[in-house]
């Protein structure tokens, strides 16, 4: 399965996404993160401690994607009307995080129009949800559901813990931190839903 991590607008958890579906997918069958993006989030993250999984960069990533039986592509921050058409084609499940203000909200929204024409099988998946008493993620999903656009009934919630992994660079199920099992199963709930 070759699932894609893709947003039009940066800081919306997409390289987080990316890297924790791919520990989860790991967990069923070997795993491979290509990191498309070029900050390399990923690569960095993989280099500063241990992943459960390979990350390789696009060039190392086509060579070696056979050996594998799932695919996570993180890809660039906001991919132009092209690149949108090769990602959307290219996959099987295209993720498409976003937080639940408005302004990520707004191009998210932007996203979904041009992936019409494509007619590609995406999702939306809600990242940085702040804690109650906050409504910002039930409203941005109760928004996205109303206009009939597909949504992960599982959200990632906002926690800190997420950093301490990336500074680690292991993925946030194994850090030592009473939030890790919470924020885990953010990620695993997501993940389960992509397997049905």
Same mark, same amino acid.
């Given at each position: 399965?070759?699932?894609?991590?893709?947003?039009?607008?940066?800081? %919306?958890?997409?390289? =987080?996404?990316?890297?924790?579906?791919?520990?989860? !997918? @790991?967990?069923?069958?070997?795993?491979?993160?290509?990191?498309?993006?070029?900050?390399?989030?990923?690569?960095?993250?993989?280099?500063?401690?241990?992943?459960?999984?390979?990350?390789?960069?696009?060039?190392?990533? %086509?060579? !070696? $994607?056979?050996?594998?039986?799932?695919?996570?592509?993180? =890809?660039?921050?906001?991919?132009?009307?092209?690149?949108?058409? =090769?990602?959307?084609?290219?996959?099987?499940?295209?993720?498409?995080?976003?937080?639940?203000?408005?302004?990520?909200?707004? &191009?998210?929204? @932007?996203? %979904?129009?041009?992936?019409? @024409?494509?007619?590609?099988?995406?999702?939306? !998946?809600?990242?940085?949800?702040?804690?109650?008493?906050?409504?910002?993620?039930?409203?941005?999903?109760?928004?996205?559901?109303? $206009?009939?656009? *597909?949504?992960?009934?599982?959200?990632?919630?906002?926690? $800190?813990?997420? @950093?301490?992994?990336?500074?680690?660079?292991? *993925?946030?199920?194994?850090?030592?931190?009473?939030? &890790?099992?919470?924020?885990?199963?953010?990620?695993?709930?997501?993940?389960?839903?992509?397997?049905?």
């Amino acid at each position: 399965m070759i699932i894609t991590v893709a947003a039009f607008k940066g800081g %919306v958890g997409k390289s =987080t996404t990316a890297l924790h579906l791919a520990t989860y !997918l @790991q967990n069923k069958a070997d795993t491979l993160l290509i990191d498309g993006d070029l900050n390399r989030s990923a690569l960095d993250w993989s280099n500063r401690g241990c992943l459960p999984f390979k990350v390789a960069d696009e060039k190392d990533g %086509v060579s !070696l $994607a056979t050996l594998y039986e799932h695919i996570v592509i993180d =890809t660039p921050a906001r991919p132009d009307t092209n690149e949108l058409k =090769t990602i959307a084609k290219g996959c099987d499940l295209l993720v498409i995080p976003t937080t639940p203000d408005a302004i990520a909200l707004a &191009a998210t929204l @932007q996203m %979904v129009n041009l992936l019409k @024409q494509f007619k590609t099988n995406y999702r939306i !998946l809600l990242t940085l949800i702040p804690p109650n008493p906050n409504k910002a993620g039930e409203e941005a999903r109760t928004s996205l559901e109303q $206009a009939g656009i *597909p949504i992960f009934k599982s959200g990632i919630r906002r926690l $800190a813990v997420f @950093q301490r992994a990336a500074l680690e660079g292991v *993925p946030v199920n194994v850090v030592k931190d009473s939030y &890790a099992k919470i924020a885990w199963r953010c990620y695993a709930e997501a993940g389960k839903e992509i397997l049905r």
